[in-house]
């Protein structure tokens, strides 16, 4: 009896390796039945395709900025890629590329001096004549943006930045709104999606 479970474990053990004719091997490859003259068929992986945050994101809305601070300015491109109604809030999304020079993100943004944040940024809707503010996670002094951080951002030519700031969602007819940015400016009618 010892004897018949030792050889059926090592069978076993043989099929899922891919020792006995017929199985699949261990290595990828699918072996077929046949004499050991013939080559094993093998089954060649596809290529990935590239997931959504991966391929390259469309602006809606861009400009050129002179950016800086105490008389260094660096030449950069905005390009806002979404601006996203998701029930009652509104996800702005946007890119900052250095095109010459250096390009100072690490402070001018915040609304204050320590604020490494995009917390400045606001959402200007001119038909209703109101201004909306980044989101917050509480009320208080400890309450922080919902919104990306700058600390430490210097971009060089060619460098980019992925920034992002959630709003409270304007009214529902309200289907273009302007941007305003420290820094960058202000981009006109931005569509809503």
């Given at each position: 009896m010892r004897k018949t479970i030792a050889l059926a474990v090592?069978?076993?053990a043989l099929t899922g390796c891919g020792?006995?004719?017929?199985?699949?091997?261990?290595?990828?490859?699918?072996?077929t039945g046949q004499t050991s003259e013939?080559?094993?068929?093998?089954?060649?992986?596809?290529?990935?395709?590239?997931?959504?945050?991966?391929?390259?994101?469309?602006?809606?809305?861009?400009?050129?900025?002179?950016?800086?601070?105490?008389g260094q300015y660096g030449k950069?491109?905005?390009?806002?890629t979404a601006l996203k109604r998701q029930g009652r809030t509104i996800s702005l999304n946007w890119t900052v590329t250095a095109t010459d020079g250096k390009v100072n993100l690490h402070n001018g943004m915040g609304s204050g001096t320590l604020d490494f944040t995009v917390s400045a940024v606001s959402?200007?809707?001119?038909?209703?004549?109101?201004?909306?503010r980044v989101a917050r996670n509480g009320t208080g002094e400890?309450?922080?943006c919902v919104c990306s951080g700058t600390q430490g951002?210097?971009?060089?030519?060619?460098?980019?930045?992925?920034?992002?700031?959630?709003?409270?969602?304007?009214?529902?007819?309200v289907t273009k709104i302007n941007v305003e940015m420290p820094m960058?400016?202000?981009?006109?009618?931005?569509?809503?999606?």
């Open positions: 090592a069978a076993v020792m006995l004719p017929g199985q699949q091997g261990g290595s990828g490859e699918e072996q013939a080559a094993p068929t093998t089954v060649r992986p596809t290529e990935p395709k590239a997931s959504p945050e991966q391929q390259e994101t469309k602006a809606i809305a861009s400009r050129e900025a002179k950016v800086g601070s105490g950069a491109r905005v390009d806002i959402l200007i809707d001119p038909v209703n004549a109101k201004r909306y400890d309450a922080k951002q210097f971009l060089e030519p060619g460098d980019a930045s992925t920034l992002y700031a959630v709003f409270a969602a304007p009214p529902p007819d960058m400016g202000v981009f006109t009618d931005v569509p809503i999606s």
